[in-house]
Each structure stands twice: as structure tokens, then as C-alpha cells.
């Protein structure tokens, strides 16, 4: 089973960008059919979809976040990426992300990072 790990800065200004990364071990991320999520839990509420890419490069996005937000895959390490711009505060949150084995849409993953707390604020 593959295991994930995510990492970047822990505070971001607002209207910056946020920017994490993914690390895959057990694992390829180019490996067919699966699929390499962004999910996030703003604090008291529930978990929210951002976006995924695929083994193949494919991505799809939360039509609420799509403007503003941008998945890709590494091209020479095991690891993916997401970046949210023009941050607010309402995007403070715990980050995860995750891996889906055949991808037929948000919901349902196989494996999860333990999450990342980002926090937007001056």
C-alpha cells in the first residue's frame, strides 16, 4: 500500500500562494489507473475536495476552487503538488492528500497523508 506525506510552509500571508507537496513511497505515482488527490478540513467543518491528477497527468478540480487552484505531478521524483492562490483566511485548513486506486471521482481513497495545518494570516 502506497504511503503519503505532505509538507510545506505551516503559515501563509493573505493573497499569497500555497504551495504543498506530496511525497509517494510504496509506490509510483505513474503507475496506471490510480489517481493523486488534494483534500482539506477548514477547522469545524467537514472535508472538502480540491482537485486530483492522475497517473497519466489528467486533472480534474472543485468547480468552487477551480480559478484558484492547480495540481501537476513531478517530473523526475515520486511526488505531486498542489497550489492555491490569492489566499484568505477561509482557506485555512488541515491539508491531506491522497491516493484512489482506479479514479471514478472524489470520495472515495485508498490511502492518506496524516494532513498538514496551514494557516492564512499576517
Known amino acids: 500500500q502506497v504511503q503519503l506525506q505532505e509538507s510545506g510552509p505551516g503559515l501563509v500571508k493573505p493573497s499569497q500562494t500555497l504551495s504543498l507537496t506530496c511525497t509517494v513511497s510504496?509506490?509510483?505515482?505513474?503507475?496506471?489507473?490510480?489517481?493523486w488527490s488534494w483534500v482539506r478540513q477548514p477547522p469545524g467543518k467537514g472535508l472538502e475536495y480540491m482537485g486530483t491528477v492522475t497517473y497519466d497527468g489528467r486533472t480534474y478540480y472543485s468547480p468552487s476552487l477551480k480559478s484558484r487552484t492547480s495540481i501537476s505531478r513531478g517530473t523526475s521524483k515520486n511526488v505531486f503538488f498542489l497550489q492555491l492562490t490569492s489566499v484568505t483566511p477561509e482557506d485555512t485548513a488541515v491539508y491531506y492528500c491522497?491516493?484512489?486506486?482506479?479514479?471514478?471521482?472524489?470520495?472515495?481513497?485508498?490511502?492518506w497523508g496524516q494532513g498538514t495545518q496551514v494557516t492564512v494570516s499576517e
Open positions: 491522497a491516493s484512489t486506486q482506479t479514479w471514478s471521482g472524489p470520495g472515495e481513497y485508498g490511502s
Open positions: 510504496g509506490g509510483s505515482i505513474t503507475t496506471p489507473s490510480y489517481a
